[in-house]
């Protein structure tokens, strides 16, 4: 069975493994799609990500001398769409499910894991590898605490940028969208977007206070720390700013004596390994990618016209080396297995 394994940095393969036992509680799933996570996944394929740098300590929740993972880093991946093939008697044998086991044509998980995750029959297979992208835009949202009214500036208008703008506006939030790219703008418009700012043009925060005091909250999604700073000197004072890109290395750039300081703005991390501490009690990450998936089941948000690439897996070199040196031109990348199985 075919698996895409980062070798070592700039070098992926899409490489074989035998398949797995199917033990008592689990189904055997074969995957039909498998979504890319253009951030987190290009971090592995550059040798950025800080788990192979740090080794994180998870008692005590700290980064340390050391480091977590090693090449070769077989099957990572963000989220999957398959057909069960061997069932439990939880599922069905012939069920789509939407679930985490990485970029392998087939895989067994625990039944528990894919409880709510069944595709209803009309649904678009496809759009079932946004999950995990759409809980974690949802999860920036509900973070920013956006009340029906509220100015909301969203910086970065990729695929996660690109929901959470559309999530913000059925928030009731009046969004300026930001972004670099012209094609990324005009979806942000389609998807809801008041306005929307071309940052090559100049500064996000000077054009929003032409209008008004300043954002009341900004969602920084592009990973830059040059992003993450002007989202600081967006917002209004005691604004917030929800940093939820994954930002690599030190954080030049940032000028935290001026506007952050001076306004006093509030800064907040969301990260898909938890929800904002005050939601705790009433949500969790499950909720996060039911909920979206209902949302887009019901119609309210197509993210349909997200998905830039269809690749078959065995291209997958081919396929990191696009989104590496042309990331401007991608938007979702999806690899299929069919042919591979």
């Known amino acids: 069975m075919r698996v895409i394994t980062f070798e070592e940095p700039g070098r992926v393969s899409a490489a074989l493994e035998p398949p797995a036992e199917l033990v008592p509680g689990s189904v055997r799933v074969r995957t039909m799609y498998s979504g890319v996570s253009a ?3 290009l971090t592995a394929y550059r040798g950025t990500n800080p788990y192979l740098h740090r080794k994180r300590d998870t008692e005590r929740r700290l980064f340390l001398d050391g480091r977590t993972h090693a090449y070769p880093l077989t099957g990572w991946g963000y ?7 061997e069932a439990a008697p939880e599922l ?3 069920d789509i499910v939407w679930g985490i086991w990485g970029h392998r044509a087939e895989a ?6 894919l409880a709510g995750h069944v595709m209803p029959p009309r649904a678009t297979p496809l759009h079932g590898v946004f999950a995990r992208v759409g809980a974690i835009a949802l999860n920036a949202v509900h973070a920013a605490d956006i009340h029906l ?5 969203i910086f970065g208008q990729g695929v996660i940028g690109l929901l959470a703008t559309r999530l913000a506006v059925l928030s009731g939030g009046w969004v300026v969208a930001a972004d670099a790219i012209p ?8 998807y809801g977007a008041a306005e929307t700012f071309d940052v090559r043009a100049g500064s996000v925060a000077e054009f929003t206070r032409k209008r008004v005091e300043g954002a009341d ?3 920084e999604l592009s990973g830059s720390h040059h992003g993450l700073q002007e989202a600081i000197r967006t917002v209004r004072r005691g604004g917030r700013v929800v940093a939820a890109g994954f930002y690599q290395g030190e954080g030049a750039g940032l000028r935290l004596g ?4 001076h306004n006093q703005v509030q800064l907040v991390s969301s990260q898909i390994g938890g929800v904002a501490s005050w939601l705790a009690h009433r949500w969790d990450v499950e909720r996060l990618q039911r909920t979206f998936m209902e949302v887009v089941h019901r119609g309210e948000l197509d993210v349909g016209d997200l998905v830039s690439h269809v690749v078959p897996v065995d291209d997958a070199p081919a396929a990191f080396d696009l989104i590496d040196e042309h990331q401007s031109e991608v938007l979702q990348l999806v690899f299929t297995f069919e042919e591979s199985q």
């Open 92 to 94: 069905t044998v012939g």
């Open 217 to 219: 909250t900004a969602i």
């Open 149 to 153: 009214g509220d100015q909301v500036a």
């Open 39 to 41: 951030g987190t996944e």
């Open 79 to 85: 989220q999957e769409v398959g057909e069960v093939v």
């Open 183 to 190: 094609a990324r703008l005009e979806l942000a418009r389609k």
């Open 108 to 113: 067994v998980v625990p039944a528990d894991r």
């Open 258 to 261: 001026e506007e952050f300081h």
